[in-house]
């Protein structure tokens, strides 16, 4: 066989994706050429989960320094949420149309912005409209940041990539408490560097990927954006907050309640009309019609009640009610991170081994009752149960956030696996966020009128506290209910279903 002959048969093996008898594998470094910016979005990742968690060990200490009553310190974490569930569909159908590339740096951006003026903020309402702010930028970097990796890491290496976010978001999950804990312990550095210590990563993270990050955007094809359902639902959602967080002083802004209220009522109203005539729904409610996926968002919605309650008002309890340190404060709360990551670990583990999710679920949201009630008894041992029913709280939240989401990919079409889940997830953080104001409203007024009656501030904390909890285990009642009424799921067997469901429709 000749020399030209030999080689032009190489050619045509390699450009088949085939390799000749004999040669070497090549070595898997096909990252290194990316591993730039790669690292800009993990450096985005990490700084996206340290600000959810560096918070909580700083609110009791805003509240002391800006004058802030116990229902300001749940909207300092709420508008964060609102800003990060109001535009993450907005940034989302940006992404569809325009370089991934530039909706994270704009995401960046507005985060950055967020966590200057957060840090320089002289009150209260100035802060939480820089939270606003920092959630708007949120939504943006958590949206475009998986459509980026899309783009720019082949499927087989995205494993390996997917590894260095989750390890980076589980690094900030775990530091933030501890972090914020030192910081606002610290004289020199205060409360408010826990906004401003987000400022360098962000700043790097954009100049990185503005530097090395080159994707080319696939083209795709545009589907009728739900605007109208964009406005709507965080305006209902905002509008009913404003109102049930101002319930307990209704005696001296009586017209806040009332024009909220009906706002909220109307814009609702508005919501639903809207959502069942449109094409592509923000809240897909034709689908509560069915009982499946109506026990799934139902039992979302409910659990996600608890989402921030733990961290939140654990904090404060521990601060305000027991006088204890932020440091130590937030070192207590580091065994419900570590929880959250061993509980998903585990249960995902079950689920292989069984193809069965819906005991996971029962499981979830019986250690989420567990939890609540153990902390509504708190005061009987501060330090374990606090330590206890935290860990319980971060036990149901691991077997159920992901595990939900998935009951509602299993639960419907193979086209709609992600509408479904990301409707799951949606109702997760608005329960989170309603839970959030409304127990805040619920201690507030437990606060306000146990130190009218002369109680000191640490007693009016340690007698609300389990109040709150209380209201809070019943709360999440209904997603116990939701999970006990909702048809088995067996992974194993949905998948074979789907196949074949899927070769008939071929045949």
């Not at 993990?42 to 002391?64: D, N, R």
């Not at 209902?236 to 005696?251: H, V």
């Amino acid at each position: 066989m000749s020399r030209d002959v030999a080689s032009g048969r190489l050619r045509r093996l390699r450009a088949r994706g085939r390799r000749p008898v004999g040669e070497a594998r090549p070595r898997e470094d096909s990252l290194r050429p990316v591993i730039a910016p790669i690292a800009g979005l993990v450096v985005a990742q990490f700084v996206a989960g340290l600000s959810g968690t560096i918070v909580a060990t700083a609110l009791p200490s805003i509240l002391t320094s800006l004058d802030g009553t116990p229902g300001e310190s749940t909207w300092i974490v709420a508008a964060t949420i609102l800003g990060n569930t109001a535009t993450a569909s907005i940034w989302g159908r940006l992404a569809d149309r325009i370089e991934a590339k530039h909706v994270v740096q704009a995401g960046l951006a507005f985060f950055l912005v967020g966590s200057v003026l957060a840090g320089i903020a002289p009150n209260i309402p100035i802060l939480i409209a820089a939270r606003a702010l920092q959630g708007i930028g949120l939504g943006g970097i958590l949206t475009s940041t998986a459509a980026t990796l899309a783009g720019l890491v082949a499927p087989r290496q995205r494993g390996r990539v997917n590894a260095f976010m989750a390890t980076a978001q589980t690094t900030a999950t775990l530091a933030g408490p501890v972090v914020g804990g030192i910081i606002v312990q610290t004289s020199w550095l205060g409360w408010r560097w826990c906004f401003l210590l987000s400022v360098p990563f962000a700043v790097t993270s954009m100049i990185v990927i503005a530097a090395t990050l080159k994707v080319t955007r696939r083209p795709v094809e545009p589907r009728p954006a739900d605007f109208a359902g964009m406005i709507l639902l965080p305006t209902a959602i905002t509008a009913l907050l404003i109102a049930i967080s101002a319930a307990p002083d209704a005696g001296d802004h009586p017209w806040l309640v009332w024009v909220s209220g009906c706002l909220g009522l109307a814009a609702l109203a508005a919501l639903i009309v809207v959502e069942l005539r449109a094409s592509d729904p923000v809240l897909p409610i034709r689908l509560f019609a069915h009982r499946r996926t109506s026990t799934i968002f139902i039992a979302a919605f409910a659990a996600g009640s608890v989402m921030f309650s733990g961290s939140v008002f654990i904090s404060q309890y521990l601060q305000f009610g027991l006088g204890l340190q932020p440091a130590v404060s937030g070192t207590l709360l580091v065994p419900m991170a570590i929880a959250t990551v061993v509980t998903g670990f585990a249960v995902g583990r079950f689920m292989s081994r069984t193809a069965k999710l819906r005991p996971v679920l029962l499981f979830g949201s019986i250690t989420l009752v567990l939890g609540n009630a153990v902390l509504a008894t708190v005061n009987l041992a501060p330090v374990p149960l606090t330590i206890a029913g935290t860990v319980l709280l971060a036990c149901g939240l691991g077997a159920m956030t992901q595990n939900l989401i998935l009951a509602s990919q299993v639960s419907g079409r193979q086209d709609q696996a992600g509408s479904m889940g990301a409707t799951v997830l949606m109702l997760f953080v608005l329960g989170g966020t309603v839970g959030l104001v409304a127990l805040g409203a619920v201690l507030t007024a437990v606060v306000t009128g146990l130190m009218g009656d002369g109680a000191s501030e640490a007693e009016a904390y340690l007698h609300g506290m389990p109040v709150l909890f209380a209201v809070s285990a019943v709360a999440v009642v209904p997603a116990f209910v939701a999970v006990l009424a909702m048809p088995a799921i067996h992974l194993r067997s949905h998948v074979e279903d789907t196949v074949e469901a899927h070769c008939e429709h071929g045949a």
